[in-house]
């Protein structure tokens, strides 16, 4: 398969048509080699050529993590000796799901992932610093390692390390890029800091965030990414993938959204009940990834909430691009009559001095709504402390909830509960309600 640099530069009526080619070959693929999507077709009556461009794709089922979890290996699309490596999603929610890509998948991730770097400005002459993971059956380190040189960039692939050795490193190697989730920025920043030199010293000039995001629905830097871009200077760019679409976005230098690659993927934007949004209006991401061979999948539901813009960007691409993640769907919390995502309340967190941890525990009241206590970590008695998080939470997320002012110790006892290996820094123990 060749993958044209310029999709992205050309009209957004030839990007349609060649959508619409890419969807009706990836329909047909999944027809005849995957497993579950021969039975889900035949079960509901549907053949390929029912589908006749992007705007069919309604017909097509939604795909769901569930059914992965189900059937995991239903979705393998070729004999199991064509798979060169099998990577997995973290598992926060159940069972982790297993994605098995083949030398051809492999390719296509770098060439993602090329892309990608080159709308963050990089160029081969940068030499990048890879602070993620890069094995554990994770997918995005891998990704940006083969992306990176691919486009003929240097990387250090150093994964998670002591923050030391970090800093050991980037003073001896002096990388331009980075390539980090935004807390281990921080982390660094104060590090440095602490010892009065100033990070933007550091020289890296290209930091490219995922996990969190860094901007506000208005694409305004939010408060982690200003703690970032005031330290290192004005040289942040989102990033976002999902595994199981084998699929990533980035900002470009305009930073107005996280540029989709049209031959790449096809985004959508649904609402509750599955039925398209238009642009700006939030909802669920759902994506349908083309040329994938080993576990293609169809409108595959990412759980990740945000919108999208259809017109061309500043910078000159005609691309789809998806605003901030700005939450999970799981996690939608109405509190009354307010519906808003952990995040906004970890983003007004952000801007309050002196919070050390916290959780946000969501569950259901008397009255069979979602209720709220937030829990900060807090060195000192913390009446003033107290008015400042409450004025800012209901400055940033619109709500007052319950919050408690506790040690740092105990809110981290709470972080650990039941020996989770990751911070639960969103306790939801609200009634499940299906449907
Ligand atoms: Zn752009």
Known sequence: MKYSDFIEGLPVEEIKRIQDRLLEE?????????????????????????????????????????????????????????????VSTTGT????????????DLERLACNEERSFGYACAVPEDLFHISVTCDNLFIAGIAYYRGLIKLGASVVRIGPQNIIRHLDLIRKLRPT???????????????????????????????????????????RTNALG?????????????TYGITEAQQSFCECSIRQGLHSHPDFAFAEIIDEEGFPLPDGEMGELVLTPFGIEGMPLLRYRTGDMTFKISGPCACGRNSVRLGPILGRRN???????????????????????????????????????????????????????????????????????KVEVEHPEQVDKRLYEGGSRKAMTFMDRRVKRYG
Request: proline residues 4%; aromatic residues 8%.
């Open 331 to 401: 996690q939608k919390l109405k509190f009354k009559g307010v519906t808003l995502y952990p995040k906004n309340i970890e983003n007004a967190l952000l801007c309050v001095k002196g919070v050390i941890n916290y959780q946000i525990e969501a569950f259901t009241g008397d009255d069979e709504t979602d209720n709220i206590i937030l829990r900060v970590g807090y060195h000192g008695n913390g009446e003033d402390f107290r008015a400042e998080l409450c004025e800012m939470i209901k400055a940033k997320a619109r709500v007052t909830p």
């Open 93 to 104: 929610t159940g069972d982790p799901t297993f994605v098995a890509l083949t030398a051809g």
């Open 226 to 238: 200003t703690l970032i871009e005031n330290a290192f200077g004005n040289v942040c760019f989102s």
């Open 177 to 219: 890029g980075i390539v980090a989730v935004p807390s281990f920025m921080v982390q660094l920043a104060r590090r440095v800091s602490s010892n009065g030199v100033s990070a933007a010293e550091l020289g890296i000039r290209k930091i490219v965030l995922i996990g969190d995001s860094i901007r506000d629905e208005d694409f």
């Open 26 to 86: 990836a329909v047909t693929y999944a027809w005849k080699h995957s497993p579950y999507y021969m039975r889900v077709f035949r079960e509901r009556g549907i053949t390929p050529s029912d589908i006749r461009g992007v705007d069919n794709i309604s017909i097509l089922p939604l795909t769901q993590k569930e059914n992965i979890q189900e059937d995991n290996w239903a979705f393998l699309s070729v004999p199991r000796e064509e798979i060169a490596e099998i």
